[in-house]
């Protein structure tokens, strides 16, 4: 699996590596939203994870953006926020992201949720259906 963590604080991006390392995966990182868009175009990672502030850009707009384009839709996103509200909420389904999750998240944690979701999405899709109507709780 193809994991690209897309979060502007180095210390963070520190913990999931951690969280992450006996995990077999391809992990790759971003710190802003131009390294990100980067990053997806060449590498199309199977999972972006995506902290809450990006110092040129706004998550939901780079998830909007990776859900747009046609060769990227595929890829399952996942946001990170620190307060979660109903516009959140509306707002992470308006650019269909995967999950919205409150962070962050434990580092122990992150590999089992990563993986489940991936393969919600997945079967979701497998099935006939785009996600939107099976998409994973949010929070």
Known sequence: MRLLIVEQN???RLLYRIGLRNVPWEIREAGTMAEALEQVT??????VLI????PDGDPFELCAW??????TRDIVVA???YYMDGLIRRRSQEVEADACWLGPIPPRELPKRLEELY??????????NNGSSNRPPQG
């Open 42 to 47: 060449a590498h199309h990672p199977d999972i």
């Open 51 to 54: 902290g809450e502030e990006l």
């Open 10 to 12: 180095p210390d963070m």
């Open 79 to 81: 946001i990170t926020v």
């Open 66 to 71: 990776i859900k747009s384009n046609p060769e």
């Open 119 to 128: 393969h919600q999405v997945r079967q979701a899709v497998a099935g006939g």
